[in-house]
């Protein structure tokens, strides 16, 4: 059972990663159910993400913390995939 975060307290940091990652992922797939393309989810989650922490931290923060994207991507931090792609 997944618990929901009503009361971010009542978590600790990684029970609320957790959870907040199984809510989107479910979000993910109903999304993927009625149609829509993952390309298309996976910007509008990006866009969704960015205009939330640049609510919370302010456009300047969040442009430097998005310079850091490129290595991370190219390091593999964000595969979920193994081996090369061909």
């Known amino acids: 059972m997944t ?3 009503r ?3 009542a978590l600790n940091r990684a029970d609320q990663k957790s959870t907040a990652l199984d809510m989107i992922l479910g979000a993910w ?11 298309t989810i996976a910007t509008s ?6 205009a939330d922490l640049i609510d919370v931290y302010g456009e300047d923060v969040v442009a ?4 850091r ?4 991507v190219n390091r593999g931090e964000f ?3 193994e081996g090369p792609l061909n």
């Open 3 to 5: 618990t929901e975060c």
């Open 7 to 9: 009361n971010p307290a």
């Open 29 to 39: 797939d109903q999304a993927l159910a009625k149609g829509c393309a993952p390309e």
């Open 45 to 50: 989650a990006i866009f969704a993400a960015l």
């Open 64 to 67: 430097e913390m998005t310079k």
């Open 69 to 72: 994207l490129p290595e991370r």
């Open 79 to 81: 595969s979920m995939r």
